[in-house]
């Protein structure tokens, strides 16, 4: 029972109400989950089960793209459609200068994180201090709006976009930035996740979909392995005499050769089994195999 769900989290609960529900339907305690979505978003929520709770470090770094809506004309506190409304606008604006405004925040930007956020502050979450009517000054981040995409304009009131970026940015602080932008101000009133690295939406698993597969005779068939979750890095094959040693997470002599960048991560096979995550090093002239992570069990 080692791997990742590509789980669909329905609106209207949090990320940790998700796992809880997955832990109920699955009958295991240890499940975690990559990237955090706000209650009000849907989509997708990687999980972690097992074993794979351990590779998080890993995957938690991808890209992330999503499907959204900002609503012009209102500015709530917590820049989406579940905050209090703080400031209203009438300004009218045209689709030309919403379609200049969204194009100025494409590429890499500072952005602030919202008081209504889980991003701690000298220990302290943001949301609990927001919560108490306490503001307290933000450093901002860079971020890295890859690609920003309009796709559909309803009377230049709301925007339907879909935006590709990087780890740690706020959809919601972007669309209260693009309303500002405008010179008037904007929310988010829609947010789905729609891919989480080659996690994707149409292969996400939902609640009723998942208790009708635990239920079945292979039950935990849907889970995607460990080593298929960490496609993305490199793989070496070792010969199976080594595959004790691996095991054990002792180091390895092995061939030079110029496709295996030392400090790189790498997916280390014996026997065509899955032992881990392991790195190359250049000791003494020698070309040395050693084991950051093993995860023997994973692939199965």
Known sequence: MNGVLNYYKPSGITSHDAVNIVR??????????????????????PMLVGNATRISEYLIEHDKEYIAELTLGIRTDTFDKEGKPISKSNKKVTSNQIIDAFKQFEGEIEQVPPMFSSKKVKGKKLYELARLGIEIERKPSMVNIKSL????????KKVIF??????????????????????????????QRVKVGNFKIENSINDDLLNN????????SFLIPIDKAIEYMDRIDVNKECF???CNGNSIS???TYSLLPNTNLRVYSDNIFIGIGQI????????????KVLLGGNQ
């Open 254 to 256: 092995v061939e030079p």
């Open 149 to 156: 995409n309009i796709i559909k304009i309803m009377d230049n």
């Open 244 to 246: 004790v040693k691996l």
């Open 162 to 191: 879909k935006v590709k970026c990087s780890k740690g940015t706020y959809v919601r602080s972007l669309c209260d930035n693009i309303g500002i932008k405008l010179g008037t101000f904007g929310y988010m009133s829609f947010l």
């Open 281 to 292: 090093a250049l000791i003494n002239n020698q070309t040395i195999l050693k084991m950051k």
């Open 213 to 220: 597969l635990v239920h079945e005779e292979n039950k935990f």
């Open 24 to 45: 109920k339907i699955m009958n295991i305690k240890r499940i975690g989950h990559i990237g955090t979505l706000d209650p009000m978003a849907c989509g997708v929520l």
